[in-house]
């Protein structure tokens, strides 16, 4: 078994014993990315039952997801999932901690500062998951967009575009969804059940990725 997020430089999950963390990382990030994007594109009509799983599952779980990485030294993964863990715990204590004291404005306009800020890191991110495979890079690419739209979104106070952000990130939720429930049937199976893809790279070797086999 390989890891979903492993690079040819990764040492795969096999060689440390751990099984492959990613399809957890990447089910807790489209679950929580979900549920606020639901709520951003206008579909909920509840309160922000995204919060909670900002700590337990896109927030914890993933981290933990990142820490595993870690352990398979797979540098791609672990940079990403703990990023995208910390972000949402991070998320979670500003809107517990801060936003209640803040008028709207200002929510909006910390909140477009920290899209843009994670937009920064996304871009890179990015580049590098074109030598993963092709879902991974789709997971990478609808998140740069929804970051950018979101951002956009909170600089002009515009819920129309808050609307579009909204929909393009449950759109990136999908991918994400799809890229794990491909990591854990080809894993299981050994072989590619669920289309990956191959990296952009034409040198990589297609062994050393998930699902490429």
Same mark, same amino acid.
């Given at each position: 078994?390989?890891?979903? @997020?492993?690079?040819?430089?990764? #040492?795969?999950?096999?060689?440390?014993?751990?099984?492959?963390?990613?399809? @957890?990382?990447?089910?807790a990030f489209a679950l929580t990315t979900f549920l606020l994007s639901a709520k951003n594109a206008?579909? +909920?009509?509840?309160?922000?039952?995204?919060?909670? $799983?900002?700590?337990?599952?896109?927030? @914890?779980?993933?981290?933990?997801?990142?820490?595993?990485?870690?352990?398979?030294?797979?540098?791609f993964g672990a940079t990403a999932f703990s990023t995208y863990g910390g972000f949402w715990i991070?998320?979670?204590?500003?809107?517990?901690?801060? %936003?209640?004291?803040?008028?709207?404005?200002?929510?909006?306009?910390?909140?477009?500062?920290?899209?843009?800020?994670?937009?920064?890191?996304?871009?890179?991110?990015? @580049?590098?998951?074109?030598?993963?495979?092709? %879902?991974?890079?789709?997971?990478?690419?609808?998140?740069?967009?929804?970051? #950018?739209?979101?951002?956009?979104?909170?600089?002009?106070?515009?819920?129309? #575009?808050?609307?579009?952000?909204?929909? #393009?990130? *449950?759109?990136?939720?999908?991918?994400?969804? $799809? +890229?794990?429930?491909?990591? *854990?049937?080809?894993?299981?199976?050994?072989?590619?059940?669920?289309?990956?893809?191959?990296?952009?790279? %034409?040198? *990589?070797?297609?062994?050393?990725?998930?699902?490429?086999?």
């Amino acid at each position: 078994m390989t890891d979903e @997020l492993s690079t040819p430089a990764s #040492i795969p999950p096999a060689a440390s014993g751990i099984a492959d963390p990613a399809p @957890l990382g990447l089910a807790a990030f489209a679950l929580t990315t979900f549920l606020l994007s639901a709520k951003n594109a206008g579909w +909920t009509h509840g309160t922000d039952a995204w919060l909670g $799983y900002a700590f337990a599952y896109g927030g @914890l779980c993933q981290l933990l997801a990142g820490m595993w990485e870690f352990r398979n030294r797979n540098v791609f993964g672990a940079t990403a999932f703990s990023t995208y863990g910390g972000f949402w715990i991070g998320l979670g204590l500003y809107a517990l901690l801060v %936003a209640p004291k803040a008028n709207a404005g200002q929510v909006s306009n910390d909140e477009a500062w920290i899209l843009l800020a994670f937009a920064i890191f996304n871009l890179y991110m990015l @580049l590098w998951s074109s030598q993963v495979n092709l %879902a991974v890079l789709g997971v990478f690419l609808t998140l740069q967009i929804t970051e #950018i739209v979101l951002a956009v979104a909170n600089f002009s106070n515009n819920e129309n #575009i808050l609307h579009v952000g909204g929909i #393009i990130g *449950v759109i990136t939720a999908a991918v994400a969804w $799809y +890229t794990s429930a491909a990591g *854990v049937i080809n894993g299981m199976r050994g072989s590619a059940v669920l289309w990956v893809g191959s990296p952009m790279n %034409a040198g *990589v070797r297609a062994g050393a990725l998930s699902g490429s086999r």
